[in-house]
Structures are given as C-alpha cells and as structure tokens.
Antibody, heavy 118, light 106 residues
C-alpha cells in the first residue's frame, strides 16, 4: 500500500527556518516524482514543485522558485520542503504527493500545517 | 502559465440529483486534465485523469469529459459523501496549474 506520511504541525516566527518531511512507503521511491502543493487558509491548491528522488532532478513553479527548496534523501525514502526565512504569508497547509505520468498526483500525504506568527 | 477557471464557484444540489461542474483552460491542454475531490480537513483525492479516466477505486457515478479548453465533471445521483470541493488541474504545460475549485453543497 502506497503511503506518504508527513511531519507534524509547526509554529514558527517570521525569519526562522524550517524543513518539513514526507516519508514514502509501499513503492519504489526512486522511480516516481514527488511534489509539494500549498493550500493557504480557506483557499485553493497551488503547485509548488517536484523532485525525482532517483537523481534529485528538481523543478519549481515560477511562483515558488527561490522561495523554497525541495530535496530528497533516497536512503530513507523521504522528501523535504524547506524555507530559510519564513514569512507570515507562508502560513498554509502543505501537502506532499506522488506524481503519476509526469502530470497529476495519485497519492497524497495527510498535510503539514505551518503557522508563521510573531 | 495556463489559467484554469472553474464554474460555478458554488453549486447547490439535492441528494439523488446530478451535478455537472465545469473547468475551462486559457489555452488548449489536450486531454491532460485531472479532477480531485477535497473534503474538509482532508487531503485531496484523485478522481479523474486524462480528462475521462477514473482513478482506481473511484465510483462509476463520477465521469469526466472534454478536451482542449472545455472540460466537465459529472456526478450522477449525488450521495451525502460527494459534497466537497472539486478541483481541476492541467498537466499539459509547465507549471501545472489548478482551478480555484467548485464547492458542491447540499
């Protein structure tokens, strides 16, 4: 059974750094792209970027390029999303998801709520 | 970037009735379109890909159609568990993009 289990909710202050995780199981982690989707409070879904754990090829949506870093550690089947300096506007639910057919997400994590507040 | 526009924003339907949700792309996306369902407090769930192919385990009450710039998701005989927010997403061009969602309410 494919499972994506994300790290727990975070409360941070503006300017702090953060790295959240997504641990995959039930499939060959290195053979599928995995991506991140943002959902701000009460809003819709936004595609952030994807990574291919097999060779760490990473692609960002222009809106998120330079704002976040996506990485993966194939030795522990885990993908990451990190910020070097959080802003209040980063407050959102973040989902990881497995990409199928280089296009759509077929399995999703449960989400990680990130709250940035002074 | 391709802009996806869903209509209506909210659709009120009674259980047992049929609902049709629309999604329009600003440029042709061929059949590279997916639909997701999201219930409150839950992650999205894939319903349809390739504009009309149901994902594994999805009820036959859900059907997708369209190509190019005009797409629709039809849910026949609505059940209580179908009331949720539905998103379309194109994956024909980079970056992939979601519509803003249609809330299906009782």
């Amino acid at each position: 059974e494919v499972q994506l289990v994300q790290s727990g909710a975070e409360v941070k202050k503006p300017g702090e750094s953060l790295k959240i995780s997504c641990k995959a199981s039930g499939y060959n982690f290195t053979n599928y792209w995995i991506g991140w989707v943002r959902q701000m409070p009460g809003k819709g879904l936004e595609w952030m970027g994807i990574i291919y754990p097999g060779d760490s090829d990473t692609r960002y949506s222009p809106s998120f390029q330079g704002q976040v870093t996506i990485s993966a550690d194939k030795s522990i089947n885990t993908a990451y999303l990190q910020w070097s300096s959080l802003k209040a506007s980063d407050t959102a639910m973040y989902y990881c998801a497995r990409l199928w057919d280089v296009g759509f997400f077929d399995y999703w994590g449960q989400g990680t709520l990130v709250t940035v507040s002074s | 970037e391709i802009v996806m526009t869903q209509s209506p924003a909210t659709l009120s339907v009674s259980p047992g009735e049929r609902a049709t949700l629309s999604c329009r792309a600003s440029h042709s996306v061929s059949s590279n379109l997916a639909w997701y369902q999201q219930k409150p407090g839950q992650a999205p769930r894939l319903l349809i890909y390739g504009a009309s192919t149901r994902a594994t385990g999805i009820s036959a009450r859900f059907s997708g159609s369209g190509s190019g710039t005009e797409f629709s998701l039809t849910i026949s005989s609505l059940q209580s568990e179908d009331f949720a927010v539905y998103y379309c997403q194109q994956y024909d061009d980079w970056p992939p993009s979601f519509g803003q969602g249609t809330k299906l309410e009782i």
